[in-house]
Nanobody, 124 residues
Framework: QVQLVESGGGLVQTGGSLRLSCAASGRTFSSSAMGWFRQAPGKEREFVAAISWSGEDTYYASSMKGRFTISRDNAKNTGYLQMNKLKPEDTAVYYC?????????????????WGQGTQVTVSS
């Protein structure tokens, strides 16, 4: 499995930006698709974005499309989530996950490695 560590979360005002990072170690990161999910208090874990192992294919939840950008640098074993125009409803713990496959699914149960999460809080 891949070991994942997220960073970059914090407190930001509405309309602000944050860049989350997901540092991977262990099994070859470049052979794994990667996804970002989030979970707000009292809510289920929600798909945010996903990227194929090559980085050529990206997928977004409709509410994040146009505001969030997923990317990866396989040479650095790191994935990213750039979040712009943040809203209070984006407040959640954000998790990165990987799957030993080229294809990047949008269902949490299809991922086999998870990070511990990083808190993002957007104030109004």
């Amino acid at each position: 499995q891949v070991q994942l560590v997220e960073s970059g979360g914090g407190l930001v005002q509405t309309g602000g930006s944050l860049r989350l990072s997901c540092a991977a170690s262990g099994r070859t990161f470049s052979s794994s698709a990667m996804g970002w999910f989030r979970q707000a208090p009292g809510k289920e874990r929600e798909f945010v974005a996903a990227i194929s192992w090559s980085g050529e294919d990206t997928y977004y939840a409709s509410s994040m499309k146009g505001r969030f950008t997923i990317s990866r640098d396989n040479a650095k074993n790191t994935g990213y989530l750039q979040m712009n125009k943040l809203k209070p409803e984006d407040t959640a713990v954000y998790y990165c996950a990987t799957r030993w496959d080229q294809i990047a699914p949008m269902k949490a149960y299809e991922y086999d490695s998870w990070g511990q999460g990083t808190q993002v809080t957007v104030s109004s």
